[in-house]
């Protein structure tokens, strides 16, 4: 009997082995996609009411595009000339924008990751640009619907990280910029009082450290222990907020593989009061997992549930893909209970660059359900032909009441709204 399993065992994993990517399933007839446009300008995209008409509007790359229909665009800030001629193409016919999937070669582009919000206090959407990794970070003051130029503004200089977010991690209700810079951890804060200036740099974890470079993987926060303070993830461990930091002492760092993903989320998944840790295991490889917080004798714990495959093993849902480059956590459903967004980056390194490049690029939300002490999540698609960017974000757009996903990558920007 022993033998047999074995047999059947590697007969399973090599089965697995074959084909990794799950096929999609048909369309649940449950979304709507619109194409905003094909031509690639970002990683990412956002939403606001930038013209205060009570209307959600998209911001991607350089341009905002207006709500309710996002049919007419408006240029946020000039990029000249930026154009490509399509691989093959001997006509030599200019399509604007940076080489992506439309172009048939690789390029990236100046903005990875955007958000927006009202920076400045005026009462105004403004929008905030992550550029390249180990670039500035800066946003663009809304001209207050005038027909004029956005006021470019400074953030940081050098924003490294290839998931950087925009969080409270100090509890002043004032957004910061989490990410890592010249070979630290820690938050870029704006300074209420001179809104305009550049944001100062806070250092939590001390002198550089050569793994915190431009294209480190894996940031995030969360009350991890509880306290009531928003501590730092990143892949190798957790750093803990003091109760009284005097913005120079380094946080204490609690080690734990997270692995070397996107986005992290500190988020209670199974409901036992503990915090747990959400995120992708690889961004260019595979899996998607939560680490379960445990405690033994006083020792704290993770134990790793695999939410999508990897390689080299099926995830608890029957769902495997590549490249999970974005993650997005929110209550899809209304039910209390943050759900999980996340998708295939379409081509992060190119047609041929990661595994299974151009397989299906699939955005899924997984659905979270608590029972008896235990948690499990049920896959929804969304969309098997966007995928994600660096960015992907889960928001009510048209005011229906219903989350929808918003996208911004290498095919394009894309809205996912749910009917």
């Given amino acids: 009997m022993k033998t047999i399993a074995l047999v059947l065992s590697v007969t399973t994993v090599a089965a697995f082995a074959q084909q990794i990517s799950t096929p999609p399933p048909a369309p649940s007839g449950q979304w709507s996609k619109q194409v905003l446009t094909e031509h690639f300008w970002a990683e990412g995209a956002c939403v606001a009411d930038v013209n205060k008409d009570g209307k959600n509007d998209i911001l991607s790359g350089p341009f905002w595009y207006a709500g309710p229909d996002f049919a007419k665009r408006s240029t ?16 030599g016919t ?25 920076f400045n206090g005026d ?33 940081l200089a050098v924003t490294d990280n290839e ?53 480190t993987h894996g940031i995030g926060y969360g009350d991890i222990n509880s306290d009531g303070r928003t501590d730092i993830l990143e892949g190798t461990g957790w750093w803990e907020q003091p109760a009284n930091w005097d913005g120079k002492t380094p946080w204490v760092k609690h080690e734990a593989m ?6 992290q989320f500190g988020y209670d998944v199974n409901g036992d009061g503990k915090t747990d840790v959400i995120t992708s295991l690889a961004a260019h490889a595979w899996g998607v997992a939560w680490f379960e917080q445990t405690s033994k004798d006083g020792a704290v714990g993770w134990t790793k549930h695999l939410i999508t495959g990897t390689d080299k093993a099926p995830g608890e849902t029957g769902v495997t893909f590549s490249q999970p480059h974005a993650l ?34 699939v955005v899924w939300w997984f659905e979270l359900k608590r029972a008896d002490g235990k948690a499990t999540y049920t ?41």
């Fill in 258 to 263: 997270f692995g070397l993903g996107a986005q």
């Fill in 328 to 361: 997005d956590l929110v209550d899809m459903n209304g039910d209390g209970i943050k759900d999980l967004v996340t998708g295939k980056r379409c081509w992060a390194h190119g047609p041929s660059g990661d595994p299974e490049s151009n397989g299906p690029f």
């Fill in 379 to 419: 896959p929804h698609l969304v969309d098997a032909d966007s995928g994600v960017g660096t960015q992907v974000m889960a928001t009510d757009v048209n005011g229906d009441g219903k989350l929808d996903v918003v996208v911004g990558n290498k095919k394009g920007v894309f809205v996912h709204t749910r009917k």
């Fill in 163 to 215: 998931s950087p977010m925009l969080a409270d991690i100090d509890g002043d209700k004032v957004p910061d910029l989490l990410a890592m810079s010249n070979g630290t951890l820690g938050y870029s804060k704006a300074d209420p009082k001179n809104p305009t200036a550049d944001w100062k740099w806070m250092n939590i974890s001390g002198e550089p450290n050569k793994a915190f470079q431009k294209f």
């Fill in 94 to 118: 200019k399509i604007p924008g940076w080489k992506g999937f439309l172009s048939g070669e690789n390029e990236y582009s100046n903005n990875f990751v955007s958000y927006s919000a009202d």
């Fill in 76 to 91: 946020i800030y000039d990029m000249g000339d930026k154009h490509f001629v399509k691989k093959g193409d001997t006509t």
């Fill in 123 to 155: 009462g105004w959407a403004d929008y905030l640009v992550i550029g390249f990794p180990g670039k500035e970070t800066f946003w663009w003051e809304n001209p207050q619907g005038k027909d004029a130029p956005w006021q470019r503004r400074n953030v």
